[in-house]
């Protein structure tokens, strides 16, 4: 602390000069200043700073604030320093029964609290602050609270709801679907819906992981849900729920295109175009096309797809986009389990030498010759171990023989 020419250590009152705020990474001087309490050109002394500093950690916006104070720059009164740290786990606000859409709500926190941010910390007073703004906007009954809550393993948000219980699934039941039976439906739906939280947004996202992957094994690719229907259930405590389908017209592969990859690998992939899209048969395809190009050596591939439906004629086209990643060669060969005799001759019938291209599949295949071709007798257990050197793409591979040693009954390269 500096004091301005004349002051004595029993400072009396001197304006404020300027104040100015450090450490902010989401929030902006202007809102720690108006929280503060504290005003350019207002007369101040060291306990009005020590109460804004206290008013700064009472909003829960802030992990932790100090304060410094030295003669502004026209001598004339203090300038003023603040020193934070917000709170760094943070929360995306989310609404749930409430009325009043998402940023019509979000509006009105804004407008009741200067500090509001989206997303927020999950502190009692932030949350104390943003219940009573909406509840003095929606005047419900029962009152609004607000709960940091995880509905989604990716998500943990700031939810804020009547203050009763959350409803959740009792039953699930279909109409106007004809591919498939209302059994079959409800089957794939029980395990994961029933007894589960209920929002028209969540049940959705299942419906479309659960439902529409068994329509399109018959191409029907356009199958929709176009009304959900929950009505709570007299005798057990959750919601009845009404699922509305429209099975939609059969829709067939007309044409598969390739990104990051020669199109000749669509032979492989052997596509069936011009029939039926059914998805099975497209998972497979993807499935042969990463194996052909693992064969050389990309044992990270990934393929992206995405469609283009034609209604007029009910075809649809399929873009898929292969990420091949590094290509990986072969490392040491380590073979454990045999003496010193059998394990030189086992060595020299592996045929993937150090630095090769990797060929995915390969140590199994090894295995599995050596088996059927009798080359050991009594051969007990075997496996093989991929070691992934990322930094030189290499992979390190370990055969391992369990069980007593043994000789080999004939050689054969492989």
Same mark, same amino acid.
């Given at each position: 602390?500096?004091?301005?020419?004349?002051?004595?250590?029993?400072?009396?009152?001197?304006?404020?000069?300027?104040?100015?705020?450090?450490?902010?990474?989401?929030?902006?001087?202007?809102?720690?200043? %108006?929280?503060?309490?504290?005003?350019?050109?207002?007369?101040?002394?060291?306990?009005?700073?020590?109460?804004?500093?206290?008013?700064?950690?009472?909003?829960?916006?802030?992990?932790?604030?100090?304060?410094?104070?030295?003669?502004?720059? &026209?001598?004339?009164?203090?300038?003023?320093?603040?020193?934070?740290?917000?709170?760094?786990?943070?929360?995306?606000?989310?609404?749930?029964?409430?009325?009043?859409?998402?940023?019509?709500?979000?509006?009105?926190?804004?407008?009741?609290?200067?500090?509001?941010?989206?997303?927020?910390?999950?502190?009692?007073?932030?949350?104390?602050?943003?219940?009573?703004?909406?509840?003095?906007?929606?005047?419900?009954?029962?009152?609004?609270?607000?709960?940091?809550?995880?509905?989604?393993?990716?998500?943990?948000?700031?939810?804020?709801?009547? =203050?009763?219980?959350?409803?959740?699934?009792?039953?699930?039941?279909?109409?106007?679907?004809?591919?498939?039976?209302?059994?079959?439906?409800? =089957?794939?739906?029980?395990?994961? &819906?029933?007894?589960?939280?209920?929002?028209?947004?969540?049940?959705?996202?299942?419906?479309?992981?659960?439902?529409?992957?068994?329509?399109?094994?018959?191409?029907?690719?356009?199958?929709?849900?176009?009304?959900?229907?929950?009505?709570?259930?007299?005798?057990?405590?959750?919601?009845?729920?009404?699922?509305?389908?429209?099975?939609?017209?059969?829709?067939?592969?007309?044409?598969?295109?390739?990104?990051?990859?020669?199109?000749?690998?669509?032979?492989?992939?052997?596509?069936?175009?011009?029939?039926?899209?059914?998805?099975?048969?497209?998972?497979?395809?993807?499935?042969?096309?990463?194996?052909?190009?693992?064969?050389?050596?990309?044992?990270?591939?990934?393929?992206?797809?995405?469609?283009?439906?034609?209604?007029?004629?009910?075809?649809?086209?399929?873009?898929?986009?292969? =990420?091949?990643?590094?290509?990986?060669?072969?490392?040491?060969?380590?073979?454990?389990?045999?003496?010193?005799?059998?394990?030189?001759?086992?060595?020299?019938?592996?045929?993937?030498?150090?630095?090769?291209?990797?060929?995915?599949?390969?140590?199994?295949?090894?295995?599995?010759?050596?088996?059927?071709?009798?080359?050991?007798? =009594?051969?007990?257990?075997?496996?093989?171990?991929?070691?992934?050197?990322?930094?030189?793409?290499?992979?390190?591979?370990?055969?391992?023989?369990? %069980?007593?040693?043994?000789?080999?009954?004939?050689?054969?390269?492989?």
């Amino acid at each position: 602390m500096t004091f301005l020419p004349g002051f004595f250590l029993l400072a009396a009152l001197f304006p404020i000069e300027s104040i100015h705020v450090e450490g902010l990474k989401r929030l902006k001087p202007a809102q720690i200043i %108006g929280a503060s309490g504290l005003k350019v050109g207002q007369q101040a002394d060291k306990p009005d700073f020590e109460a804004a500093q206290a008013r700064l950690l009472a909003t829960g916006m802030l992990a932790s604030v100090g304060y410094r104070y030295a003669s502004g720059a &026209a001598g004339k009164g203090y300038a003023v320093t603040f020193e934070v740290v917000e709170v760094e786990q943070v929360f995306p606000v989310r609404f749930e029964d409430l009325l009043g859409t998402e940023a019509e709500l979000l509006r009105v926190l804004a407008a009741a609290d200067p500090l509001f941010t989206n997303p927020v910390p999950g502190t009692v007073p932030v949350i104390k602050r943003l219940e009573a703004a909406l509840n003095a906007h929606l005047k419900v009954d029962p009152p609004i609270v607000g709960k940091v809550l995880a509905d989604r393993p990716e998500e943990t948000m700031l939810l804020f709801r009547p =203050n009763r219980p959350r409803p959740t699934v009792a039953s699930v039941a279909f109409k106007g679907n004809e591919a498939f039976s209302t059994a079959e439906l409800q =089957n794939k739906m029980a395990a994961v &819906a029933i007894g589960t939280l209920f929002t028209e947004e969540r049940f959705r996202e299942m419906l479309n992981n659960q439902v529409r992957p068994i329509y399109e094994t018959k191409g029907l690719l356009r199958v929709s849900f176009p009304k959900i229907t929950a009505t709570r259930n007299a005798d057990l405590e959750g919601l009845d729920i009404t699922v509305e389908v429209v099975d939609g017209p059969e829709y067939k592969l007309r044409k598969v295109s390739l990104t990051g990859a020669e199109s000749a690998l669509l032979t492989d992939a052997a596509f069936k175009e011009g029939e039926v899209f059914r998805l099975h048969e497209i998972v497979d395809g993807l499935e042969r096309l990463r194996a052909v190009i693992r064969s050389n050596g990309y044992m990270r591939v990934s393929t992206e797809s995405t469609r283009t439906y034609s209604d007029a004629d009910k075809t649809v086209d399929m873009q898929v986009n292969v =990420n091949r990643g590094p290509q990986y060669k072969m490392g040491r060969l380590k073979i454990s389990g045999l003496d010193i005799t059998t394990e030189p001759e086992i060595r020299k019938m592996w045929g993937l030498k150090e630095g090769a291209v990797f060929r995915d599949q390969y140590p199994e295949r090894f295995l599995q010759r050596i088996r059927d071709d009798g080359v050991m007798d =009594n051969l007990g257990e075997t496996r093989s171990k991929l070691d992934y050197d990322e930094a030189r793409s290499l992979i390190h591979v370990t055969l391992t023989f369990a %069980g007593e040693k043994r000789e080999p009954a004939r050689k054969r390269p492989f």
